[in-house]
């Protein structure tokens, strides 16, 4: 249902998801991310210490990284492009 918020119109809700969820309404944009933890590598590693000295590095145990810090600019960039490429598209339809 579209009502009068101030001075444009827009949804009751901003539930409908899809193309008519913030992109074809004038509704914002709303996106939820999750990412599945890293694993751990578990093969050996050959590396440099501190001093330049040879070491192989080894996992032992589990420490999966935390990526979300570096993935939050990847997700935001990556929706931007798409946006733009939908804008470009202007209806064309894609082979």
């Known amino acids: 249902m579209f009502v009068r918020k101030?001075?444009?119109i827009g949804?009751?809700?901003n539930r409908s998801g899809g193309m008519q969820g913030g992109i074809t309404n004038g509704e914002p944009v709303v996106m939820r991310v999750?990412?599945?933890?890293?694993a751990t590598i578990a093969a050996r590693q050959k590396t440099v210490d501190f001093e330049g000295n040879?070491?192989?590095l080894e996992a032992v145990g589990r420490h999966d990284p935390c990526v979300v810090l570096r993935a939050v600019p990847v997700v935001e960039a990556m929706a931007a492009i798409v946006l733009a490429d939908a804008a470009l598209l202007d209806g064309k339809r894609r082979p």
Do not use: E, L, Q, S
């Open 34 to 38: 999750a990412f599945k933890p890293t």
């Open 6 to 8: 101030g001075d444009r």
């Open 54 to 56: 040879p070491v192989t």
């Open 11 to 13: 949804t009751v809700t």
